[in-house]
């Protein structure tokens, strides 16, 4: 296998604790994919048969509302991996994931899953530690959508960003992850208008900065708010 290939299955959160020979093995069964941003990688209510790595690029879960809004419930970055909960247990996806940008992912089948987590027992003991600080994430997401103020609503966003994607820098706590005025209105169930509202008085107090590569750069003074 490519040298570049290991270094970048190390990087895999979920194969984190594997040595290089073992990454050589498992990596031999992998197919490798390229995405085109806007490509819907897995449908919501389909029957999965297989789970994805992401090696470069950002994909977005999302559900649709009755009213059609398209609500953002988690953004995937390299490293991470989803789709396997309907490996485990069988049944359809709950969210449709899109490529928010072009992507490169690995394609795993249910049997090189399964065969992963009886084999390398490191890889099972990963799996249980990401999928509890999921479930951990998804209480702090309800959290947000049902806050009446919609400041904190993104302000606790921030904060659960920070954890994951936060950057300590001398000007403050930079967030590693491309964010549009739309994604934060996704992700918070707010409108674009009031995201655009909050921020600019956010700017304007500087309490944060956006940066031209869309990194948002929250100040020392705000950090300690959260």
């Known amino acids: 296998m490519d040298v570049t290939l290991v270094g970048l299955l190390k ?18 069964r992998f197919i490798i994919k390229k ?25 977005k879960v999302i559900r649709t509302t009755a009213e059609g809004k398209e609500i953002i419930l988690a953004i995937h970055h390299s490293g991470q991996f989803f789709g396997e909960i309907s490996l485990i247990d069988g049944k359809t996806s709950p969210a449709t994931v899109m490529a928010a940008e072009d992507s490169l992912i690995i394609v795993v ?5 399964h065969d992963l987590l009886i084999n ?10 990401i999928m509890c600080a999921r479930l951990r994430d998804s209480w702090d997401k309800l959290k947000i959508l049902t806050l009446k103020d919609t400041a904190e609503r993104i302000r606790l966003l921030f904060s659960m960003l920070s954890f994951h994607y936060g950057e300590k820098t001398t000007e403050g706590t930079l967030l590693n992850m491309k964010l549009t005025h739309q994604n934060i209105a996704d992700m918070t169930g707010l409108t674009r208008e009031t995201v655009t509202r909050i921020l600019n008085k956010w700017q304007n107090n500087e309490k ?7 990194f948002i750069r929250l100040s020392s003074e705000f950090m300690k708010e959260l």
Request: charge should be positive; hydrophobic fraction near 40%; aromatic fraction near 6%.
């Open 11 to 28: 990087k895999i959160e979920l194969l984190a604790s594997l040595t290089d020979e073992e990454l050589r093995a498992i990596g031999a």
């Open 35 to 59: 995405i085109k941003k806007g490509e819907v990688i897995l449908h919501e209510e389909d029957t999965n048969n297989f789970m994805y790595m992401i090696l470069s690029g950002r994909l």
């Open 109 to 113: 089948s249910r049997k090189d899953f």
């Open 120 to 129: 390398h027992k490191k890889v099972l003991y990963n799996l249980l530690q």
């Open 208 to 214: 944060i900065s956006i940066m031209g590569n869309r």
